[in-house]
């Protein structure tokens, strides 16, 4: 391995570095397990020692050329990434309250609500029948009563075996007297003094149209209390949930027209690097942009809508222009954050007067990271070129930025056990992707900064402390979006 392997790993060249070449290895296969490659080692894009993969802490001491506990120099503007997270979660907290708005129901999927959502009604709102059948009041068997007004099926059978009874939608019923039936359809309000619902099937009428029970009835069988989901002035969610489409239809079945809510926040991506290509075969030093495609859609679903998607030539007017031009609520740029000849996002920063307020986390990949306030109080992230180091910063960064922009509430960070040792970083966190296997956590190889391999077979993120982790230790879980499910059940 050369020194340039661990640059472009991530890992600076303190560390004694043993091992094979980064990247190497496959892919687990969801049912089967890693596929292990030529090394045998779990997560070799990150180039490093093997016996870490024990998870034994190396301790800062591992890194020759800096005192014994004390970190690289170099570091010490990163933030912790937890640290990180939470200042980008705080950054924003003015800001929903002020843009809250009330919208139709229809437009307001996919925004937070600003206010909590309570019960405008019982619900149900009257005691409703649960199934087709009939009312029946007291002991059977039960003569059985036409309904007033009941619309009726035709002239033949037995006296009110003809009628349709009560059906959902009907207004007041005239009480039940004991010993008598009436039909009543799914849905429709029952009459007072009704013991039970039976259903159609577990019961039949005599030719002298009394009706019997095939089996025993229970009261309030197949009855709907009125506030049996919630009564008047329940809270049902709080401040802060997303209106999915089934907080829409709770929100209609508790009688809203209307819900106070956060707009989604905007963003302007800007894609930066004179060596992209927007199609084609990479082609003498050039190379696919593998950011612009990927990041609006990753965007929209951390609740943003992505306004644009813009490719800024490697020039700092150009940059400042774009920054200072843009009306979107957050700046996400990608590349030019490091101290390279054409890495702009810092002079830029500087020049238009914003306030850094992230400069550098503490987690590879991605630790050029940035976020920063602009003189206009928008914000920006800048992400890192390196691809995977790019979705660090923007689960890092911008997830919890965009997360308390929209008006969310917080998500709480879930841990599941890890089934495969994984390496850390001395002094950093690293972020690992994984599959979900019912055995814990397994870490994926192609895990380097410019790799995107190992994170589109995965579920998530594993947060790894620095020093590493063994089979069996918790770790905190970045789920990505789209993980279809999760073995163990973290979301029940
Ligand atoms: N002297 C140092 N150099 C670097 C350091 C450091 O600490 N000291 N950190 C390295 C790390 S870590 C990273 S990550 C990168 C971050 O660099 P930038 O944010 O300035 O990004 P670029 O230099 O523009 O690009 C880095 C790399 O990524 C490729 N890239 C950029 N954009 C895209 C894209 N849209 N799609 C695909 N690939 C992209 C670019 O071609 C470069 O290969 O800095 C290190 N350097
Ligand atoms: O290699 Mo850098 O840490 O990818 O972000």
Not at 47 to 76: I, K, L, M, N
Not at 184 to 209: L, N, Q, Y
Not at 440 to 454: D, Q, T, Y
Request: aromatic content about 2%.
């Amino acid at each position: 391995m050369t020194a340039q392997d661990r640059e472009v790993d991530g890992f600076d060249d303190a560390l004694a570095l043993v091992g094979g070449e980064p990247g190497a290895g496959g892919v687990p296969d969801r049912a089967t397990g890693p596929v292990h490659g030529p090394h045998h080692s779990q997560d070799q894009g990150e180039g490093q020692e093997r016996d870490r993969t024990r998870g034994a802490a190396p301790g800062p001491s591992a890194a020759p050329g800096h005192g014994p506990g004390s970190p690289p120099t170099a570091r010490h503007r990163a933030e912790r990434w937890d640290a990180a997270r939470a200042l980008a979660a705080r950054s924003a907290a003015s800001v929903p309250a002020a843009r809250a708005a009330s919208v139709p129901l229809d437009r307001a999927v996919g925004r937070a609500l600003a206010e909590p959502l309570t019960a405008l009604t019982d619900l149900p709102s009257f005691d409703t029948s649960a199934m087709d059948g009939w009312a029946v009041s007291g002991p059977g068997p039960w003569s059985v009563r036409p309904v007033k007004g009941s619309p009726r099926k035709g002239a033949t059978g037995s006296r009110g075996a003809d009628d349709l009874g009560i059906l959902a939608g009907h207004g007041t019923v005239a009480p039940l007297p004991d010993g008598t039936a009436v039909r009543i359809a799914t849905g429709a309000r029952i009459p007072a003094d009704t013991t039970a619902v039976v259903r159609s099937e577990h019961a039949r009428t005599d030719s002298r149209g009394h009706l019997h029970a095939d089996r025993e009835v229970i009261p309030g069988q197949d009855i709907r209390p009125r506030g049996q989901e919630c009564r008047t002035g329940d809270r049902l969610l709080p401040a802060g949930s997303l209106v999915t489409p089934a907080v829409l239809g709770l929100a209609a079945a508790a009688g809203y027209d209307e819900l106070l809510t956060v707009p989604r926040p905007r963003v302007e991506v800007l894609v930066l690097g004179d060596e992209l290509l927007t199609e084609g075969l990479p082609h003498d030093g050039l190379i696919r942009d593998a950011l612009g495609p990927m990041l609006a859609p990753w965007l929209r679903t951390l609740g943003a809508d992505v306004i644009a998607t813009r490719r800024v030539r490697d020039d700092a007017e150009a940059l400042c222009r774009a920054v200072t031009g843009s009306t979107a609520d957050l700046v996400l740029t990608t590349g030019g954050t490091a101290a390279g000849p054409v890495d702009h996002v810092h002079p830029v920063l500087h020049k238009t007067g914003a306030e850094l307020l992230v400069d550098g986390v503490a987690v590879r990949p991605g630790h050029p990271m940035l976020l920063a306030r602009l003189a206009s109080g928008r914000h920006l992230v800048g992400l890192p070129g390196n691809p995977l180091a790019a979705v660090s910063g923007l689960l890092t960064l911008a997830e919890p930025l965009l997360r308390t922009l929209a008006g969310r509430a917080p998500r709480p960070p879930y841990r599941a056990p890890l089934r495969d040792a994984v390496h850390g970083h001395p002094y950093d966190t690293r972020l690992v992707p994984f599959v979900h296997h019912d055995e814990g956590l397994v870490p994926l190889h192609f895990n380097g900064p410019a790799m995107l391999r190992g994170i589109a077979a995965a579920d998530g993120l594993a947060v790894v402390p620095p020093g590493g982790a063994r089979p069996g230790d918790e770790l905190e879980v970045l789920d990505l979006p789209w993980a279809a499910s999760v073995d163990g059940g973290c979301f029940t």
